[in-house]
DNA sequence: ACTCGTGAATGAAACGTTTCACGATCTCCA
DNA sequence: TGGAGATCGTGAAACGTTTCATTCACGAGT
């Protein structure tokens, strides 16, 4: 049925030439003569060669390839991210593994394996922990790696992250501004140091209005960042009567949840209830109230992460890691209008 | 810097004992001995040996790998199939390779040419026109396709996808029970077959209803069936005037966007103009106006395709094409209450 | 004591490329 | 006429696995 795909060799055959000749016309066709390259050519489309991949990176011992590996696909926030790397990889002639590790660590774990047996040059990764074994187990072995939308405390690689207390004092401001006393940060995990981060910020530009951060921020910790666990956190926590007049959200994702949870339990937004979201994607200006939050310059991130791996991965010696940090922004909706 | 990684022969020696014992720990742990096992694993722990896939792969001249090109993975619409795909490959012990053409022929017929270099076991396809050259070039190969969320006309390979028919007929006749008898349809390319049986199923409903179709129906064609385009589209139209009281979308992006232009133009939704999607997709429900939506078993419509894949893949013999085909179902919400 | 069987490990061949040192042939000019 | 370059092509080695026929060691059965 599937009749072995036909080897160079069998084209070599055909065209009257050695396997090299082939070879070369495949790779490097200014060297082989106009006429010779054209008989190799029709035979390869003869019997419909295709390159065996496999065999070539083994010989060459080196691939062009790099590997993604991103927090969750279904964040568009990601879904930018890996278009920007696509864009860079693709200028400098590298395809890109794109892998999904949904949060969990197994899947992270297998793709980070899979990556590592297919020898890609180099690793963009959003970690589900900074610090693991297998990430320096990984460097150890001379394959460079690039945090995106994370930062290394042991500055021992390259990363592309954005200011996350920046963000947090850019939305804490702009609440506390608009007279809320009470807010609630509807927090991802806080061993993320994005979501400490957040929080930080978010205090700072409570303190900076006078008012006591313990006092008027209340922290919900929420396991996995997506709308619908958010929904349900929220939801429970407003049919018990919600104390604060303002949420803060660590993404849009949860913003969406939020404002789900307050719209079904009879709250008016942002009346009763004001929200900030974070990341800004594009469902965020079409929501049942479009949502203020804090963009990112999510395409730059991938493109600069792309940048520094392609930097550090042909100039293995000279590279000096370092650590890119962008600047947010305030977008300001109806989820916030006074 | 990167010390060329260890290979099996290292581990061999380290070992103390041949390549082939070290293999067979790999692949055939049950054939070697306790104590060899144990002996070869410290040493590929000592090691950090990492199996080389290329070279296990030329050697045994078959891949667990399948790819997954996908239209448009910003489409939470493809990411839920995306999803229902790796499911089924992970039970099956398949590698999913996952590719975003992003509608672009170009990127298609790159990302087809790369997974047939990695001698990919079957592919997975949402094609940009559903007949291509490479297509068939790929099945004559011996690589055996289905086609995702789309049907060949001229079955000649699987196919999973929805009724798109029932689907049109689905959201007509509820417009048209509700009293609107004039319907703008949002259509992508008519040249795809589920845009053209969409309006097939509108037109019927809306015959069925006793109403011309040619007078009741007005057909707007974009191009790219996303949010923006659709927006830039139909606002254009309302700034005009619009004489439809009712919209019928190709997808909730595109709904999306209709909505949008629609409330920026001073319209209420669904007083002075009704909307229905397509897809159901997380953000349809929590759209400014929660939209009215035909969903799609969308992880199944995945799931199905890897199997039907698979069940080629290992069965190529006795494997007959089959048509899958799943049933729409409708969804109201509040952009079509009356 | 001899063979037989069994379980464990070996070692070489093969997979399809790329690479590279080496020929072969031609051109040009002293 | 001869030799130096160019220009093209060749063919074998090597990449790191897997596979499989073979060897080895050892105890059981006669």
Redesign the interface.
Known sequence: ???M?PSIKDVAVHAGVSVGTVSNVLNHPERVAEPTRAAVQSAIAAL?F??????A??RAGT?RSIGLIVLD??N?FF?DV?RGVEQVADELGY?V????SDDQTSRENRYL??L????VRGVLITPIEVSSDRLD?LR????PTVLVDRHDPRVNCCSVAVDDVVGGELAGAHLVTQGHERIVYFSGPLGLSQCADRLTGLRRSVAAAGLDPDAAIEVVEIPVMN?RSTHDVARARFEQGEPATAAFCANDLMA?GV??AALSTGRRVPGDLAIVGYDDI??A??????LTSIRQPTQQIGRAAAQLLVEECDN??THAHQQVMFKPELVTRDSTQP
């Open positions: 049925m599937s009749p795909s419909g295709v390159r065996n991949s496999s065999a990176q083994l691939s696909l279904a568009p879904h890996a395809a593994v794109l892998c999904n394996q899979v590592e047996e297919q020898r187990a150890k072995r001379g394959t709308a969406l404002l789900r594009e469902f200006a079409d929501a049942a109230v479009p293995p010696d």
